[in-house]
């Protein structure tokens, strides 16, 4: 039996996707192998790369001046990637710290260049994203670096910084979820296992004249240069092809869900059901701004703290999984990213209903 599965990533991932995958695990396509077992240079993976990433191209309208790379390493990998492929310009980058990753990110960065961490929300550990018509970017670097939606804190950029220099966008956690202009980024990727696929697999989607134009520092490994990639088809070495194969089928999927813009209003309505009943509940609450609250990982406490974990617990056995907050955070979170349905956020609900009446005088 599936239960509703709230983890943070890896995350639940489209039924139908996984029956799919069941039905084709032992013989793909009528070829006797199953999509494990053949070679990465065979038609019938080589079809799923093109159509993996014609589809990708079609659910975000990505311009064809853009390089769609399908890589490994995960988003961390990606921290030294953007930094080793674009600072070859003036060498300096600006990069906003809404967290931990954003954080990691800036770190990595500060290893190869003259890297500047020029707005912060650590002061109220990550619950706001800074006001950015006051950030001081500076002039003439590289990119502009920030984390579109923050996992860990629930938070979520409510518009998109406005600078001159390209942006570099970490969109592990929403990639797919809304709609965005992908014209308005040099760079943005995405660890693929919460909205797209299982772990093992990065989305980077790059502007070409960034790629093309633009020279990696020296000392950039030869598997981390955007070029060698996007020369190869994102085929230069062996791709996790089962990785693909499942975020192609998340792909066709979401195609016919009604695209992105689909998926952006259900999860609209999947968030605001939630967070509507933390506001009016009077037992649990969350801390974020509202302006900045995520539509993907909503962060919330029972007012009564010493409660939180007795509600992780029991949730557990109301078919309710991973709903325990961060570390960094305590509490709980619910990740709703696109293959939540809305039913599970509903029993969701349910359940904090009955666990507040039962804890009320707590
Ligand atoms: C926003 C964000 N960036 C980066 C990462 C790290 O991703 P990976 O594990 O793919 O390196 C995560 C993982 O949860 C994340 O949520």
């Known amino acids: 039996m599936r239960i509703y599965n709230f983890s943070a990533g890896p995350s639940t991932l489209p039924e139908t996707v996984l029956r799919q995958?069941?039905?084709?695990?032992?013989?793909?396509?009528?070829?006797?192998?199953?999509i494990t077992e053949i070679s990465h240079r065979a038609g019938a993976y080589m079809e799923i790369n093109t159509e993996a990433q014609e589809n990708l191209r079609r659910l975000m309208a990505i311009p064809d001046d853009y390089y769609v790379l399908f890589v490994q390493g995960g988003a961390s990998q990606q921290f030294a990637a953007v930094p080793l492929n674009l600072l070859g310009g003036s060498g300096r980058a600006d990069y906003l710290l809404t967290g931990n990753f954003a954080t990691k990110a800036y770190e990595e960065a500060a290893r190869y260049g003259d890297v500047a961490a020029v707005a912060s929300s650590a002061d109220?550990?990550?619950?706001?994203?800074?006001?950015?018509?006051?950030?001081?970017?500076?002039?003439?670097t590289d990119y502009v670096h920030f984390t579109h939606n923050n996992t860990i804190f629930g938070t979520r950029f409510a518009e998109l910084p406005q600078v001159a220099s390209e942006l570099a966008c970490d969109m592990s956690s929403s990639i797919l979820s809304e709609v965005v202009d992908?014209?308005?980024?040099?760079?943005?990727?995405?660890?693929?296992?919460?909205?797209?696929?299982?772990?093992?697999?990065?989305?980077?989607?790059?502007k070409k004249s960034l790629v093309d134009g633009r020279k990696p520092l020296d000392i950039c490994p030869t598997m981390l240069k955007y070029a060698t990639q996007a020369k190869a088809d994102s085929l230069y070495?062996?791709?996790?092809?089962?990785?693909?194969?499942?975020?192609?089928?998340v792909f066709?999927?979401?195609?016919?869900?009604?695209?992105?813009a689909g998926m952006e209003k259900i999860n609209r309505e999947k968030a605001q059901l939630l967070y509507d009943?933390?506001?009016?509940?009077?037992?649990?609450?969350n801390s974020v701004e509202k302006k900045?609250?995520?539509?993907?990982?909503?962060?919330?406490?029972?007012?009564?703290?010493?409660?939180?974990?007795?509600?992780?617990?029991?949730?557990?056995q109301n078919g309710i999984a991973s709903i325990k907050g961060h570390r960094m955070v305590g509490g709980m979170r619910?990740?709703?990213?696109?293959?939540?349905?809305?039913e599970g956020v509903k029993h969701l609900i349910g359940f904090m209903q009955k666990f507040a009446a039962e804890n009320k005088n707590a």
């Open 124 to 140: 109220k550990n990550y619950t706001y994203i800074p006001d950015l018509s006051t950030v001081p970017f500076r002039p003439d």
């Open 21 to 34: 995958a069941q039905e084709e695990l032992l013989d793909f396509n009528g070829t006797g192998m199953s």
């Open 277 to 285: 009943y933390i506001d009016d509940s009077g037992f649990y609450t």
């Open 237 to 249: 070495n062996t791709p996790n092809c089962f990785a693909v194969y499942i975020a192609n089928l």
């Open 182 to 206: 992908v014209s308005r980024f040099g760079v943005i990727y995405a660890g693929a296992q919460k909205n797209v696929a299982p772990a093992g697999l990065t989305i980077v989607i790059v």
């Open 292 to 316: 900045y609250r995520s539509r993907m990982n909503v962060t919330f406490f029972c007012k009564n703290k010493d409660l939180d974990a007795a509600f992780a617990k029991q949730a557990a």
């Open 252 to 260: 066709r999927h979401l195609l016919e869900q009604g695209g992105v």
């Open 334 to 342: 619910a990740s709703i990213y696109n293959a939540m349905p809305i």
